[in-house]
């Protein structure tokens, strides 16, 4: 059987761009999935196809969950990835959007998989997802970094290019695939403050759906986001302004930001610390509420 399986062939896609996100390495705070299943809410994207999880993935790793189904039957939910078809009328272009869980195993095979897909399809340019742990403040505006295969790609973007040397994940792995394959490509990356790594990040999903906006010239309503991202600022303040630790250190962030210097980790709590205080701070509102 192949992995690649079709519930039906989307017909009609103008001049279309595939963007990408995968839950996992990738996704720190949420975000990068987070921007794609926004942008698949507003644009009412219908899956056309799913990658089969047999051949991709360590069930060890992914487990697969138990769930009631109708008639009270219990049914298996296997981890995978689910593409999608969103029509813009009032854009340029439509989109393919692919999320889901990234895979364990057999990324090579796996890329290749999505760089057939988006030939097949007339996909004109590819845009990955990607969210990082950093060493930034809240209160700043998100801190953007990427690649492309060429460089108007990259001025478009207005973002700076990451010089980025390690692991890598399936974000990664996917766009070296489609550079070798002759598709224009980009990779956007969200920076998510490490010391509120627990949490789902609405505020760094919003800067990469503006991103894509530059990139590909399609928007949606994202007045609810907006809401969602004031509301996380506020809430992670309070949680900062209550350890007078974290404060410190946020405040050193934030002139490190502000000064383009990188911040001195002299008499600064460490990540491990500050993190552990915030989940303390986190599990007593809860008991207070």
């Given at each position: 059987m192949q992995p690649l399986i079709w519930d039906r062939r989307p017909d009609g896609l103008r001049a279309p761009a595939m963007v990408c996100a995968f839950q996992g390495w990738n996704d720190a705070g949420d975000a990068a999935s987070s921007a794609v299943s926004f942008l698949a809410s507003a644009l009412h994207a219908r899956r056309f196809a799913h990658i089969d999880s047999e051949e991709f993935y360590d069930f060890q790793a992914n487990r697969p969950c138990i769930r009631f189904g109708e008639h009270e039957t219990r049914e298996i939910s296997?981890?995978?990835v689910e593409i999608f078809e969103a029509s813009a009328p009032r854009a340029p272009r439509d989109l393919v959007l692919v999320q889901g869980v990234e895979p364990s195993l057999r990324w090579r095979a796996f890329a290749s998989h999505l760089v057939d897909l988006a030939e097949a399809l007339g996909v004109q340019v590819v845009v990955s997802l990607g969210a990082l742990l950093g060493d930034v403040p809240h209160t700043r505006p998100v801190a953007m970094t990427?690649?492309?295969?060429d460089t108007a790609l990259l001025e478009r973007l207005g973002i700076q290019a990451s010089s980025y040397e390690g692991p890598t994940g399936i974000v990664g792995v996917l766009h070296?695939?489609?550079a070798q394959a002759g598709l224009p490509s980009a990779s956007?990356?969200?920076a998510v403050p490490h010391y509120v790594a627990a949490a789902s990040n609405p505020k760094a999903a919003l800067a990469l759906?503006?991103?894509?906006?530059?990139?590909?010239g399609v928007s949606v309503d994202v007045s609810e986001l907006e809401s969602s991202a004031t509301d996380y600022e506020r809430q992670v303040g309070l949680a900062v302004r209550s350890d007078p630790d974290i404060q410190a250190f946020v405040e050193r962030l934030e002139q490190a930001a502000d000064s383009e210097e990188q911040a001195s980790s002299e008499e600064v709590p460490s990540g491990d610390v500050i993190a552990s205080e915030f989940q303390r701070f986190l599990r007593q509102r809860g008991r207070d509420r």
């Amino acid at each position: 059987m192949q992995p690649l399986i079709w519930d039906r062939r989307p017909d009609g896609l103008r001049a279309p761009a595939m963007v990408c996100a995968f839950q996992g390495w990738n996704d720190a705070g949420d975000a990068a999935s987070s921007a794609v299943s926004f942008l698949a809410s507003a644009l009412h994207a219908r899956r056309f196809a799913h990658i089969d999880s047999e051949e991709f993935y360590d069930f060890q790793a992914n487990r697969p969950c138990i769930r009631f189904g109708e008639h009270e039957t219990r049914e298996i939910s296997w981890p995978t990835v689910e593409i999608f078809e969103a029509s813009a009328p009032r854009a340029p272009r439509d989109l393919v959007l692919v999320q889901g869980v990234e895979p364990s195993l057999r990324w090579r095979a796996f890329a290749s998989h999505l760089v057939d897909l988006a030939e097949a399809l007339g996909v004109q340019v590819v845009v990955s997802l990607g969210a990082l742990l950093g060493d930034v403040p809240h209160t700043r505006p998100v801190a953007m970094t990427g690649h492309a295969s060429d460089t108007a790609l990259l001025e478009r973007l207005g973002i700076q290019a990451s010089s980025y040397e390690g692991p890598t994940g399936i974000v990664g792995v996917l766009h070296t695939a489609c550079a070798q394959a002759g598709l224009p490509s980009a990779s956007l990356w969200a920076a998510v403050p490490h010391y509120v790594a627990a949490a789902s990040n609405p505020k760094a999903a919003l800067a990469l759906l503006r991103r894509i906006e530059v990139l590909i010239g399609v928007s949606v309503d994202v007045s609810e986001l907006e809401s969602s991202a004031t509301d996380y600022e506020r809430q992670v303040g309070l949680a900062v302004r209550s350890d007078p630790d974290i404060q410190a250190f946020v405040e050193r962030l934030e002139q490190a930001a502000d000064s383009e210097e990188q911040a001195s980790s002299e008499e600064v709590p460490s990540g491990d610390v500050i993190a552990s205080e915030f989940q303390r701070f986190l599990r007593q509102r809860g008991r207070d509420r």
